[in-house]
């Protein structure tokens, strides 16, 4: 029976997100951008981090009253570790100064413009004017090399000549010898393309600002500015025409693009190989089993990104080497480019995660020889698991993934659903590698047990909810409750999706972490909406999956998911946009792997739309096209690759098999 309070309530909810999509302070533009044309609203403030093999860039922007632009840079160099060289041991610097006040046109400074414009799409570009000229600044980092670059044009919009006066400047700030594990470092801010110059109406000027970082006596590669510029823009272009989604929805569209770009700019070229790591002014040069291993991994094959895959092949072969025949724990983090390892929360499930991620990374990706490599962790990581259930046949953890911030009981049911997940995967896995029947009968057998036992040991009324507990002792609400949907249990669906969107759960920014609570971390958003997608509350999961993308691609803080408010201010950590694409790839498209060439294919086609797809998907070895088209009371869905295509009806909220 429906609950008429919990009706009202939803009504509400749901007509305040509706209010709310209109309030975008960007709006979408061609060519992929997004750009804020500079009005009313002010002041404000933002920021965005960017990164490259060698480097990352966050952005502190704001705009001010007067229309004046302000900048801050924090820039992070993951391999220039310092001491102690533990998970925040990179080198970190800022700079604020703005080297426009040191420019003069017609002997007056170039300091006081008016911001017109800023647009982002993989870099951030913001124009300015005055009576005289317009000035466009180009901000990105190198794609390989250690060094962050700014760049200048300058047009004359008068109707006389102008002269422009650029000082050369060359600043080094040298760090403490005794804080670098390599000694001292070097931090070079170069103004280049200095000197007296004539600009007539109409012509432009560029120059360009450099800051980089070297040991002492040592050196980078110093590629022209406008080749790093246009190597970034290829980058940039690689994502976006790989994995294309095709809705009716530009919003969801272009939130996708973009969260492909912060999923796979974050992979640093570190010592131990290539390592995909979270940024956020803290966690570089180190893997983490939840980010890399159960978030973002997964996700990689799917784009078709070789160094996203390496860098994921790598983050498990690092937990690797941390299996042991006593079976303790591996360890959640391996840090300082993998000469080091964090465990300071114990055991928070991380070989559940690790199971997890790397039993459907093998799949996806398709390759045998991988997988026969990843073969022996997951393996291991099951045996380790199902040693730490308990006399209830729940898996025992010290803490869950949230590290003690909030409570997790000794039992908790992400790290359950996560075990219960990877038993399914391994066991389709395990068929393709030719391993003992016997072997993968058992694991399936387990998943079943624990699915029953997932069910008597969490399964609970809370809130009014007959939904789940997240450990014992457990009696609010917590958006963890979500994990369930997203592993294809769906026994106690509906209870959670009332719970999930309810006004007890539901907040301005996605879920609250704790009912009542005013702390949010977008990842249990993100599983959510891909849980309830998977579910089959379509059209409930749209509204408010169209919600949030328009909220953290064109809101007040734009244009990625977020990590955490308020710890971290909601940083910009990649992983949880490799969680946004998952939405789609797994929820919308329902793709579950099942093998290194086959999946299943469960669409999920809102009823406003006639068609969607999924364009390049580089996935079980091949590249194909995934169309979903409505077809009188059905839909009819295409799969597309270069050698065949397969033609299949399916009924909305069914499963079809799919082999290449």
């Known amino acids: 029976m429906k609950n008429p309070r919990f009706s009202v309530l939803l009504f509400i909810s749901l007509f305040v997100l509706g209010s709310l999509l209109a309030e975008n302070r960007w709006k979408l533009m061609p060519g992929g951008q ?45 391999m220039l570790r310092t001491i102690p060289n533990n998970t925040y041991g990179s080198l970190i610097h800022s700079v604020n100064d703005d080297c426009l006040s040191t420019i003069k046109v017609n002997g007056q400074s170039l300091e006081k413009l008016e911001t017109t414009e800023i647009s982002l799409h993989g870099l951030m570009q913001v124009r300015s004017k005055s009576s005289q000229a317009e000035l466009l600044r180009t901000i990105f980092p190198s794609p390989e090399h250690p060094a962050c670059y700014e760049e200048y044009s300058l047009t004359n919009k008068s109707s006389e000549r102008i002269s422009v006066e650029i000082p050369h400047s060359r600043v ?44 002492l006596g040592g050196s980078y590669s110093k590629m022209a500015v406008a080749v790093e510029k246009n190597r970034r823009k290829i980058l940039v272009e690689m994502w976006s025409n790989n994995l294309v989604l095709e809705t009716p929805d530009n919003v969801l569209n272009r939130a996708f693009q973009f969260a492909k770009i912060r999923a796979s700019e974050s992979i640093f070229k570190t010592k131990g190989g290539y390592m995909h790591s979270p940024g956020g002014v803290a966690y570089y040069a180190a893997i983490w089993a939840n980010d890399q291993a159960e978030y973002v991994g997964p996700f990689f094959p799917y784009l078709g990104y070789a160094k996203g895959n390496e860098a994921t092949l790598n983050a498990y072969l690092h937990f690797a080497r941390f299996m042991n ?123 079943q047990t624990l699915r029953r036992n997932i069910e008597s040991f969490f399964g609970r009324t809370v809130d009014g909810f ?57 990842r249990s958003t993100l599983y959510a909406l891909r849980g309830v997608l998977q579910a089959g509350e379509t059209d409930k999961a749209v509204k408010y999956l169209q919600y949030y993308s328009q909220r953290r691609l064109l809101g007040e803080h734009v244009p990625y998911p977020v990590e955490a408010y308020p710890e971290g201010g909601q940083r910009h950590l990649s992983a949880e946009s490799g969680l946004y694409c998952r939405i789609f790839t797994e929820g919308l498209f329902g793709i579950r792997p099942t093998g290194l060439k086959s999946f299943e294919l469960s669409p999920r086609l809102p009823k406003s739309w006639n068609k969607m797809a999924l364009r390049k998907i580089n996935a079980f070895g091949n590249e194909f096209d995934i169309e979903v088209v409505r077809k009188h009371s059905g839909l009819q869905v295409k799969v597309i690759s270069k050698t065949k295509t397969i033609v299949k009806p399916v009924s909305d909220g069914k499963t079809l098999t799919i082999n290449l």
């Not at 997004?34 to 404000?44: A, D, R, V, Y």
């Not at 403030?45 to 007067?66: C, F, K, N, Q, T």
């Not at 280049?192 to 109406?201: A, H, M």
Request: aromatic letters at 10%; one cysteine or more.
């Open 466 to 522: 007959p939904t789940y507990r997240y450990y014992d002792g457990n009696e609010v609400l917590r958006s963890w409750i979500c994990m369930p949907l997203t592993v294809g249990i769906y026994d106690r669906a509906q209870g959670t999706i009332n719970a999930l969107f309810s006004p007890r759960l539901w907040t301005e920014d996605g879920l609250a972490t704790l009912a009542g609570d005013k702390t949010f971390w977008d």
């Open 34 to 78: 997004i750009s804020w044309q500079i009005g009313e609203g002010l002041p404000h403030s933002d920021h965005i981090e960017m990164s490259g093999d060698s480097i990352s860039v966050i952005l502190r922007y704001s705009v001010g009253a007067d229309r004046s632009f302000h900048l801050e840079r924090q820039l992070v160099w993951p």
């Open 172 to 215: 080094i700030a040298t760090t403490d010898p005794e804080r670098g594990v390599r000694g001292s470092y070097q931090i070079i801010a170069e103004l280049e393309g200095g000197g007296f110059y004539w600009l007539n109406p109409g012509q432009t000027l560029t120059w360009n600002l450099r800051i980089a970082a070297q040991p």
């Open 325 to 447: 025949d006593e079976y303790k724990p591996i360890p959640s983090s391996i840090i300082a480019e993998g000469t080091d390892i964090w465990n300071g929360a114990g055991d928070r499930g991380d070989a559940a995660m690790i199971a997890y991620g790397a039993s459907r990374f093998a799949l996806a990706l398709g390759n045998k020889e991988s997988a026969q490599k990843l073969w022996p962790l997951i393996e291991w990581c099951l045996e380790y698991n199902k040693r730490k259930l308990n006399n209830e046949g729940v898996v025992t953890s010290d803490a869950d993934e949230l590290e003690g911030r909030f409570p997790a009981g000794k039992a908790n049911l992400c790290t359950s659903s996560l075990y219960y997940d990877a038993l399914i995967s391994t066991a389709k896995l395990g068929k393709d590698l030719g391993k003992s029947d016997a072997q993968m009968q058992l694991y399936r057998e387990e998943a």
